[in-house]
């Protein structure tokens, strides 16, 4: 069965330096794969997508990386600030369902001062 | 312009009860995903609607769970004979027709005592 793996362990670094979160897939091929942010008790925010033909894309201090050999997403985000403290959750897209997203458990980052 | 909302935000109901969760999608928006998801879990895919239809409902877990989209804009999430492992938070999002990203509303927190 499709299954998604993300750091179960919480992310804490030092403002200022690079998080870099992880997302594992096994048993998938998907068209593209999207990172969320969710802050708690609110519903999950878009940040990036990345499609199966594209190895990196960025967006501000955000970066994804995309390798469909290992089957893995690195999600980077740089100079880090408290306010990017939130759970990120990779989600891919789930096959023979249009586009409902199959979500990983998220990863918790703490950043701080 | 106004996001995905959500009614109630709480909802508080005893085992056996019947209850309903309505979504507001973003005007305009074909599609209206529901999820489900558990505390330190990532959503869970319930029901997808494309306008009025259920494209695919492959992940109500079982026939207590039903949803409708009469009119192509607000669904209502229909939850009979509520049992306590129903408790969770239930979110829905939205997206334009044949787009990738989804717009999630804040959730309703349903508790079954």
């Known amino acids: 069965s499709q299954k998604i793996e993300q750091n179960s362990e919480a992310l804490n670094i030092q403002e200022g330096k690079t998080a870099t979160l992880t997302c594992n897939y096994t048993?998938?091929?998907?068209?593209?794969l999207q990172w969320y942010r969710q802050d708690p008790g609110r519903g999950p925010v878009f940040l990036l997508l990345?499609?199966?033909?594209?190895k990196e894309k960025r967006k501000e201090r955000l970066k994804v990386t995309f390798d469909t050999t290992l089957k893995q997403s690195l999600f980077h985000i740089t100079a880090s600030q408290p306010a990017d403290s939130a759970t990120y959750l990779c989600a891919l897209d789930m096959t023979n369902s249009g586009y409902a997203l199959n979500f990983g458990k998220g990863t918790s980052l703490l950043v701080t001062p | 312009g106004a996001g995905v909302s959500q009614t109630p935000s709480n909802k508080v109901t005893e085992k056996g009860k019947y209850v309903e969760l309505r979504c507001d999608p973003i005007?305009?928006?074909?599609?209206l995903y529901w999820y489900r998801q558990s505390l330190g879990q990532g959503p869970e895919f319930l029901i997808y609607f494309q306008g009025t239809g259920a494209a695919d409902d492959s992940g109500l877990p079982n026939d207590r769970f039903f949803a409708v989209r009469p009119e192509g804009s607000v669904s209502t999430l229909k939850i009979q004979r509520t049992e306590r492992g129903d408790s969770a938070m239930y979110l829905c999002?939205?997206?334009?027709?044949?787009?990738?990203?989804?717009?999630f509303g804040p959730g309703t927190r349903l508790l079954v005592l």
């Open positions: 990345i499609r199966e033909n594209e």
């Open positions: 999002a939205s997206s334009p027709s044949g787009a990738e990203t989804q717009y």
């Open positions: 048993n998938y091929s998907p068209a593209y």
């Open positions: 005007s305009g928006h074909t599609a």
